[in-house]
């Protein structure tokens, strides 16, 4: 679930941290700047592991800091195809079930990746999936539903990347793409998002299956 990964970046410093003690002004820049932030096929960004190298430091004309390129291993958030995670229903509606982590809520179980059959219900006071679990008994199949605040079980099947400019723009349609998503439309869609699955035994909600 969790990656080290060994990154590069230029650390500019201000002159009063200078007498920083060892590398605590680095460490204290990178974690401002990458914390919680997704790098495109990298992952997101949790936090600093250590540091590597600095490179001698520059001071350029009409800018005061000091400028140094920084070696360094971060933590970051980048689950493998077919791994296997627990997190909390944070929702359900027609598109599938969301699933959020607690520090990561970019992931979709679509409706062909549920049990099978599995149904969309909104009348039940608390928008639902419901899945027909045939138990072969005359009384017909189990209505096991998937809500809000469920924990489950699910694997990673796709991971889905966008290039966001500045302010949630997409990059600029290239020659042969098809036609870009509206901006507002654009804006919403996160950087970094996860497809997952529950179609299988041992997948789903916690409570469906005994250890």
Known sequence: MFVLCELKDIVALAPEKFGSPGLEAYEQALNEKLSNLVLHKVGLCCALWDILQVDEAHVFPGDARSH?????????????????????????????V?????????????????QHPSRFENSRGEPAWVWAYDTGADTGPHQLPMERGDRLRFRVVEELW?????????????????????????????????????????LGLLDWWSD
């Open 162 to 202: 966008r290039d966001v400019l500045p302010g949630g723009k997409q990059q600029p349609q290239q020659l042969g793409q098809q036609p870009a998503a509206p901006l507002d439309e654009a804006a919403r869609l996160p950087p970094y998002s996860l497809l997952g699955s529950v179609n299988e035994p041992g």
């Open 68 to 96: 140094s390129q920084v070696r360094f291993r971060y933590v970051v958030f980048r689950p493998s195809l077919e791994e296997v995670l627990v997190g909390t229903v944070r929702k359900c509606d027609t598109d599938g």
């Open 98 to 114: 969301h699933v959020s982590l607690g520090f990561f809520d970019d992931i979709l179980i679509p409706p062909d990746q549920l």
